[in-house]
């Protein structure tokens, strides 16, 4: 068997992509934008951010370590 043989189960190359275009309104998404800004979750997802950020920052060595 040759190293360019496959098995009778081996996938073959990926299928083509295909993209596809999508137009939003601007006007549109910057009013929705505006919405999630004001309410009450967008404040909550800063509050965790900032509690996430808490958690990975370097902690302060509480009292000096002993000489000797």
């Keep these: 068997m040759s190293a360019a043989a496959k098995p009778d189960g081996a996938a ?3 299928a083509e992509i295909v993209i596809a275009e999508v ?3 601007l006007p549109q998404l910057l009013l ?3 919405a999630e ?3 009450g979750a967008f404040a909550m ?4 951010q900032n509690e ?3 958690l990975f920052k370097a902690n ?3 009292r ?3 000489k000797g």
Aim: charged share 40%; hydrophobic share 25%.
């Design 23 to 25: 137009k939003y309104s």
């Design 37 to 39: 800004r004001t309410g």
């Design 32 to 34: 929705e934008l505006k």
């Design 45 to 48: 997802e800063k509050l965790d």
């Design 64 to 66: 000096p370590k002993p």
């Design 12 to 14: 073959s190359a990926p």
């Design 60 to 62: 302060a060595a509480r």
């Design 52 to 54: 996430i950020g808490k």
